[in-house]
């Protein structure tokens, strides 16, 4: 077994390195510090920021450039988020004047919930179903172009059904009995 160790060579030791074609080494990520001091050669200490040879500052590997682009698109950010956040005050101010139809009072859950009979729980379930069940519709409208493709859409059909059945199951079972 010691001969084993003897007669390895030397890159056995070194860290693997993703080679993608025979010149071409791939990097996984892009490190945020270097990762050797540009005054002796000498690799860092995890998480230091000098050098433990010759004590030299450790460089960051981000340049000034991609940190000005950074800062201009956190400004772009912060100034998109305040036209979005003023255009929803401007809406909600105008949402207090806006008047709906009478008609629309029969859309709210309590007169659904007194009409059809149900308890709460019971409705969403049924709710849930009739949502599966138009799933199932919708999912049938995309189109294959292979068999594979055909029973991929069957099979999306068939989990949509199989949620429709278990959600009208919960709201049978979470239905409250009648007093009759």
Request: glycine share 8%; aromatic share 10%.
């Amino acid at each position: 077994m010691s001969e084993v160790v003897q007669e390895t060579n030397q890159e056995f030791w070194r860290p693997p390195s993703p080679v993608v074609a025979d010149d071409f080494v791939v990097r996984d990520t892009i490190p945020t510090m270097a990762e050797a001091c540009p005054r002796c050669g000498t690799e860092f200490l995890l998480g230091s920021r000098f050098c433990h040879t010759c004590g030299g500052r450790r460089r960051e590997a981000v340049s000034a450039d991609a940190r000005a682009d950074a800062a201009v698109m956190a400004r772009l950010w912060e100034q998109a988020v305040g036209r979005v956040h003023s255009v929803a005050a401007g809406l909600s101010k105008m949402g207090s004047k806006i008047t709906f139809p009478a008609w629309l009072r029969y859309l709210h859950f309590h007169e659904i919930k007194s009409w059809v009979g149900l308890s709460t729980a019971s409705l969403i379930a049924f709710i849930l179903g009739v949502a599966c069940v138009s799933g199932a519709l919708l999912v049938g409208l995309l189109t294959a172009k292979t068999f594979v493709d055909w029973q991929a859409i069957q099979f999306y059909r068939a989990e949509w059904l199989l949620a429709a059945t278990a959600s009208f199951v919960a709201g049978i079972l979470l239905k409250k009995p009648s007093g009759n």
